[in-house]
C-alpha cells in the first residue's frame, strides 16, 4: 500500500491517503482532490442548495474558501484542538505553548 500526499483542491490541506483512496474522492468530485471537510461542505451545497451539478458545488465551495486569508480547515483543527484542551483541562500545558496560536491568526 503506497502513501501519498494529496492537496484539496479547496482549501489546499495537505493529506496522506493510499492511492486507492485517492483515486475513490477524485472519481465523486470530477477528478478532483477534496479533504473530508471541503467534501462534506460540497456535498451539503448540492442537496441544501439543490446546486444542478456537484462541478457547481466544487467551484461555490472554492469561492467560499478563497474568501478567508486562514484556511478554514486549519481553522476547525485549531478549534478543535482546543475544545479538546478545555475539556482535559490543560490549557496552561507546555503542549499549548509549543502549538499555541500566531498573533495573526483569528477565530471568526
Given at each position: 500500500m503506497e502513501i501519498e500526499s494529496v492537496?484539496?483542491?479547496?482549501c489546499g490541506l495537505m493529506e496522506d491517503c493510499t492511492q486507492d483512496y485517492i483515486r475513490e474522492v477524485k472519481?465523486?468530485?470530477?477528478n478532483k482532490w477534496l479533504?473530508?471537510?471541503c467534501s462534506e461542505a460540497v456535498r451539503d451545497e448540492v442537496s441544501r442548495r439543490k446546486m444542478t451539478t456537484l462541478d457547481e458545488a466544487v467551484r461555490a465551495h472554492v469561492s467560499f474558501c478563497g474568501k478567508f486569508k486562514d484556511n478554514p480547515a486549519v481553522l476547525v483543527?485549531?478549534?478543535?484542538?482546543q475544545m479538546l484542551r478545555?475539556?482535559?483541562?490543560?490549557?496552561?500545558s507546555s503542549a499549548s505553548k509549543k502549538f499555541g496560536r500566531s498573533n495573526s491568526t483569528k477565530l471568526y
Open positions: 492537496r484539496c483542491e479547496c472519481s465523486n468530485f470530477d479533504c473530508g471537510l483543527a485549531d478549534g478543535m484542538r478545555r475539556r482535559s483541562g490543560d490549557l496552561t
